[in-house]
């Protein structure tokens, strides 16, 4: 059983930015990927970011040019960075960590971007 922790979540003017950070009990350098979706009120989740071993990353169309993903090795830590954000980025935002032994699901942080 693989263990994440996030943190960074928070509400922020709209235009702002947040950084959040996935912590896996597990060393990142056997990841497989890493991802961080996020789940709106009535909507589905959906992938926002994700990031393989080695190094390749894709985006959602909504948040390409204003998010990053980036692995810390030093930290064992995973970084989404969130510029420019738009109320529309109001979600649960959840990291997610694949591995040879499984995939893992964090308990998701809070994202709250006002107009």
């Keep these: 059983q693989v263990h994440l922790v996030e943190s960074g979540g928070g509400l922020v003017q709209a235009g702002g930015s947040l950084r959040l950070s996935c912590t896996p009990s ?15 009120p ?11 071993s080695g190094g390749t990353t894709n985006y959602a169309d909504s948040v390409k040019g204003r998010f990053t993903i980036s692995p810390d ?4 830590t995973v970084y989404l960075q969130m510029n420019s954000l738009k109320p529309e980025d109001t979600a649960v935002y959840y990291c997610n960590a694949l591995y040879l032994s499984g995939d893992f699901w964090g308990q998701g942080t809070q994202v ?4």
């Design 26 to 40: 597990k060393r990142i350098f056997s990841l497989a990927a890493m991802a961080w979706h996020r789940q709106a």
């Design 42 to 52: 009535g909507k589905q989740r959906e992938l926002v970011a994700r990031i393989t």
């Design 73 to 76: 090795i030093a930290k064992n």
């Design 112 to 115: 709250t971007v006002s107009s």
